[in-house]
Nanobody, 124 residues
């Protein structure tokens, strides 16, 4: 059974940093896209950052220069380092992994597996 488990969310102040981690089990995603999406109340789920099997990355414009996605193919993990957090970054953050797409994509339909989410709250 494939599982994605996120950790690292919490309540921080604007300007602070957080690091989210996602550990996958049940199969390897070494060669496939993994990503982080977020969903704020009454808004749709959107891509924050994605990383392909070869390390190529894609970021939402709103987080470029502040967030960094990384992965460890052997440990089957993907992390999201979030710096200079803003109140508008407040959302539930979800880890996602694909089983056939190897490039980083914004399309949530390309990701077959999802974590249950971790709350990030940034106060002003």
């Amino acid at each position: 059974q494939v599982q994605l488990v996120e950790s690292g969310g919490g309540l921080v102040q604007a300007g602070d940093s957080l690091r989210l981690s996602c550990a996958a089990s049940g199969r390897t995603f070494r060669n496939y896209a993994m990503g982080w999406f977020r969903q704020a109340p009454e808004k749709e789920r959107t891509l924050v950052a994605a990383i392909g099997g070869d390390g190529d990355t894609k970021y939402a414009d709103s987080v470029k220069g502040r967030f960094t996605i990384s992965r460890d193919g052997f440990k089957n993990t993907v992390d999201l380092q979030m710096n200079s957090l803003k109140p508008e970054d407040t959302a539930v953050y979800y880890c996602a992994a694909g089983s056939y797409v190897q490039y980083p994509t914004t399309n949530p339909d390309a990701y077959d597996y999802w974590g249950s989410g971790t709350q990030v709250t940034v106060s002003s």
